[in-house]
């Protein structure tokens, strides 16, 4: 069973070629996918292929079940003609909201922590122009880089007479659910990574979002009772500016991770490996030469050993990889490793730092772990202090503004790496 399938994460789309690859050795075996707002169709088709019926169908591999949910009836509400600063319009919806409908809390969807920021402050600067009789306003955050105390902030009631605000990004679509939401607020925005295969960086882009996830946030509104939706844009443009879904991380991300394990499962013709979107040419060939110029792959594209086959064992972006493995030959395998775990937490949605109110003492902790050589040995130094002065103690992080949770797992990583020893595997 495959679930939350309208993500289209990268291992999910390989995990569904797979899947189709292996059902031809077992015509037995049943495959479940599921989500909220999945194109169903597409998902048939791609499994159906060329073993269709004879009547060129889809229907001969398999059907389509629908679930009715227990969701309750969300008004969609629009703007007559767009806005220019969707920040401001979202603020000032708030108020209005606060104004007419009497009961229930209200959820924003932005795009990323600066926005979140700059809205609970501008919502923070208006509520002592609220009526004295009327119901207070309380702005809260939600977004990975926050401590697990100020995320469950969000899930307790709110006070008497008081209307919560949550600020989140698109974390608040389907990975959580708040209690007590019965008005959303959707500026259509959001933040994807995007790879570009000329400069080999990832970017954070902001970007409109697909119908797909504006259905999914609007259901947010419906989840306890009736609510309503106030989409910050034209129906026109919902209709015919928007895609449909998401473009696939597949489509926009780097696939030198991607093809490694493929390779590493001997799956060495790409070119013919079943993909539910394939990614741009210009994307596989740029992968392929990062791991040639890495000494994974050999001139005939496959996999090198014992290097390519150490280098997909460690599950870790590639050139991470490479120089883990080359450390040994430096001295400096516990200094490597350490970084590696920390790029790896980093990555994975909790940042190694959290934000705080008082900027400047935020700010002034951050510098005293800085060093002029660049980010990787600013991590190092995060962990070294983290181990020994810090000696592994949340106090010790709230106090530097450093996510403990984090830091926590990059040592049980860097624990675990050291028990299977880098040197091993040279």
């Excluded at 979002?209 to 609007?218: G, M, V």
Aim: proline share 5%.
């Amino acid at each position: 069973m495959v679930d939350e399938a309208h993500e289209r994460s990268l291992s999910s789309d390989v995990l569904l070629g797979i899947l189709k690859k292996y059902r031809k050795k077992r015509p037995e075996l049943r495959i479940v996918v599921s989500s909220a707002t999945l194109q169903a169709e597409e998902f048939l088709r791609f499994f159906a292929g060329e073993d269709a019926g004879d009547d060129g169908g889809a229907d001969s591999i398999g059907r389509i079940v629908s679930i009715e949910g227990r969701a309750f009836p969300v008004d969609i509400h629009y703007l007559a003609e767009p806005c220019e600063d969707y920040l401001e319009r979202a603020v000032q919806t708030v108020f209005d909201i606060h104004a007419s409908e009497p009961e229930g809390d209200i959820l924003i969807f932005l795009p990323g922590r600066d926005d979140i920021e700059t809205a609970i402050e501008k919502i923070a600067d208006r509520i002592p122009s609220l009526p004295t009789k009327a119901a207070e306003l309380l702005p809260l955050p939600l977004y990975a880089g926050l401590t697990t105390e100020q995320q469950l902030y969000v899930f307790e009631p709110a006070p008497e007479a008081t209307r919560k605000v949550i600020c989140a990004t698109n974390i608040a679509e389907a990975s959580v659910t708040i209690t007590g939401i019965s008005h959303v607020i959707d500026p259509g925005y959001v933040k994807l990574r995007v790879y570009n295969p000329t400069t080999g960086i990832d970017t954070l882009t902001s970007t409109p979002i697909s119908r797909a996830s504006a259905t999914q946030r609007a259901g947010r509104a419906g989840r306890t009772k009736p609510g309503k939706c106030y989409r910050l844009y034209t129906e026109s443009a919902f209709s015919h500016t928007m895609p449909e879904t998401t473009v696939p991380e597949i489509q926009r991300s780097n696939l030198a991770a991607l093809v490694l394990q493929l390779k590493a499962l001997g799956i060495d013709n790409l070119a013919r490996f079943d993909f539910l979107s394939p990614p741009p040419a210009e994307l596989l060939v740029r992968a392929l030469e990062l791991l040639y110029a890495l000494g994974a792959l050999d001139d005939y594209a496959k996999l090198t050993k014992p290097l390519g086959t150490r280098i997909a064992e460690l599950g870790i972006e590639p050139m991470l990889a490479k120089a883990l493995l080359s450390s040994p030959d430096f001295g400096c395998v516990n200094e490597m490793l350490s970084i590696a775990t920390m790029i790896q937490v980093s990555g994975q949605g909790s940042g190694v730092w959290f934000s705080h109110d008082n900027k400047t003492a935020e700010e002034k902790a951050r510098r005293s772990f800085a060093v002029e050589e660049g980010d990787h040995l600013t991590l190092l130094n995060v962990y070294q202090a983290f181990v020994t002065k810090g000696k592994q103690e949340a106090k010790w992080c709230q106090k530097h503004y450093l996510n403990f949770k984090t830091l926590s797992r990059a040592r049980r990583s860097y624990l675990n790496g050291k028990e299977s020893g880098v040197k091993k595997r040279r």
